[in-house]
């Protein structure tokens, strides 16, 4: 099936570094990638869709300066965390869309396996 | 998208089957119902989707109500690696938005 490679699993910066994140789409291409934030025992939280060659477009309260997207080609969707601060320790997740096949329709949609990051 | 609404916690008994409901009474026409679930500090994993009819596969068996407003995911041996986060989502397919869930513990 359709697989998300998601790295690095985890990251620990220093407060005012930048962190990237990175996303690929193994043996598809992912023409629209998700991005979601999820803080302990709470759900995901959805910061921004990225379409390939394109611009995000992010949810609202999500800083676009902070959180830079970059999806620029099927298989590849960066975030990178701006000037990092302890606030933004959170668990990070990507995911991809792709039209599922058979009868039924829709979308399946698979996730990354995540990158916890804290800045310290 | 449509709200869900789940109960905020389950415990089921391994080997026993796990009915997990969900309501969404808004849902449109053209809304799918997804299920998905999260292992603690893990990417969410598919488990199975619907529009009208219901649905199994391999992992659960998804019953959507005639009228559609509500859904029962079915997990139909639970084991106790299926103690998760399952998360019921309706939308047409343009993006999925997490709900809180319902944190199922499978219990020996």
């Known amino acids: 099936g359709a697989v998300v490679s998601q790295h690095p699993s985890w990251v620990i910066c220093k407060s005012g570094t930048s962190v990237k994140i990175e996303c690929r789409s193994l043996?598809?291409?992912?023409?629209?990638m998700f991005w979601y934030r999820q803080f302990p025992k709470q759900s995901l939280m959805l910061m921004a869709t990225?379409?390939?060659?394109?611009?995000?477009?992010?949810e609202q309260g999500v800083e676009k300066d902070k959180f830079l997207i970059n999806h620029a080609s099927l298989t590849l969707s960066t975030l990178t965390v701006t000037s990092a601060h302890p606030e933004d320790s959170s668990f990070y997740i990507c995911?991809?869309?792709?039209?599922?096949?058979?009868?039924?329709?829709?979308?399946?949609?698979?996730f990354g396996s995540g990158t916890r990051l804290t800045v310290v | 998208d449509a709200k869900t609404t789940q109960p905020t916690s389950m415990d089921c008994a391994e080997g026993r089957a796990a009915n997990l409901p969900c309501n969404h009474s808004?849902?449109?026409?053209?809304?799918?119902v997804y299920w998905y679930r999260q292992i603690h500090s893990q990417g969410p994993q598919y488990i199975i989707h619907?529009?009208?009819n219901n649905e199994t596969n391999e992992m659960a068996s998804l019953i959507i109500t005639e009228d559609r407003k509500s859904s029962t995911l079915i997990l139909p041996h639970a084991t106790l690696r299926d103690t998760a986060v399952y998360y019921c989502?309706?939308?047409?397919?343009?993006?999925?938005?997490f709900g809180g869930g319902t944190r199922l513990m499978v219990k020996p």
């Open positions: 990225s379409n390939e060659g394109s611009k995000a477009t992010y």
């Open positions: 808004t849902i449109s026409g053209n809304e799918y």
């Open positions: 043996d598809f291409q992912a023409t629209t």
């Open positions: 995911s991809a869309s792709i039209r599922a096949g058979g009868a039924l329709g829709g979308y399946g949609y698979t």
């Open positions: 989502i309706v939308t047409p397919g343009n993006m999925l938005t």
């Open positions: 619907g529009l009208k």
